[in-house]
T-cell receptor, first 113, second 113 residues
Framework: DQQVKQNSPSLSVQEGRISILNCDYT??????FLWYKKYPAEGPTFLISISSIKDKNEDGRFTVFLNKSAKHLSLHIVPSQPGDSAVYFCAASGNFGNEKLTFGTGTRLTIIP | DVKVTQSSRYLVKRTGEKVFLECVQDMDHENMFWYRQDPGLGLRLIYFSYDVKMKEKGDIPEGYSVSREKKERFSLILESASTNQTSMYLCASSYPEGVYEQYFGPGTRLTVT
């Protein structure tokens, strides 16, 4: 039972354009969401997060949007740069009494120069 | 900067061998986690630990055990390695209660032949 889903395994975007990565979740108890970026042969690194009390969080070129009614979040990267080419994972956690994260399956983003 | 290190980057073992994967973090984090990453399946939680000598099963604990004798060290043990345990293994740590961002090590690529 995949509680966090990333339906696009891959995405290609021209350098300078906007990249939009999507994530859907099914568990309404999730109240905190994170995006991680992973390069080959490295561990994932934390990128940006959002609490369910917000619908938007921005950090430089990265913005995460949360639509609670649709159980959907998205990561916008603008402008996209070649160094953004990586696998992106969304993750979710909730007030379950622990800090366990549930990860999506990942989206491989390729920025075309 | 948080540093999470894993004992090996690449490991090749034979079926039936006992395998130890070691993880050390230097930030005095209470929480530590072991994941495996497989194509199309994302990151799946194997085991986690909230404190020394404490452990809890994640989503896919079968065939694995863990040990946490010291706060900074969390070991993953494959009692009898099988070919379906060939994977990328990732260790992570995080601050205690209420903080969800996890910091990952570089990963161990384990091949079981």
């Amino acid at each position: 039972d995949q509680q966090v889903k990333q339906n696009s395994p891959s995405l290609s975007v021209q350098e300078g354009r906007i990249s939009i990565l999507n994530c859907d979740y099914t568990n309404s108890m999730f109240d905190y969401f994170l995006w991680y970026k992973k390069y080959p042969a490295e561990g994932p690194t934390f990128l940006i997060s959002i609490s369910s009390i917000k619908d938007k969080n921005e950090d430089g070129r990265f913005t995460v949007f949360l639509n609670k009614s649709a159980k959907h979040l998205s990561l916008h990267i603008v402008p996209s740069q070649p160094g953004d080419s990586a696998v992106y994972f969304c993750a979710a956690s909730g007030n379950f009494g622990n800090e366990k994260l549930t990860f999506g399956t990942g989206t491989r983003l390729t920025i075309i120069p | 900067d948080v540093k999470v290190t894993q004992s090996s980057r690449y490991l090749v073992k034979r079926t039936g061998e006992k395998v130890f994967l070691e993880c050390v973090q230097d930030m005095d984090h209470e929480n530590m986690f072991w994941y495996r990453q497989d194509p199309g399946l994302g990151l799946r939680l194997i085991y986690f630990s909230y404190d020394v000598k404490m452990k809890e099963k994640g989503d896919i604990p079968e065939g694995y055990s863990v040990s946490r004798e010291k706060k900074e060290r969390f070991s993953l043990i494959l009692e009898s390695a099988s070919t379906n345990q060939t994977s990328m293994y990732l260790c992570a740590s995080s601050y205690p209660e209420g903080v969800y961002e996890q910091y990952f090590g570089p990963g161990t690529r384990l091949t079981v032949t």
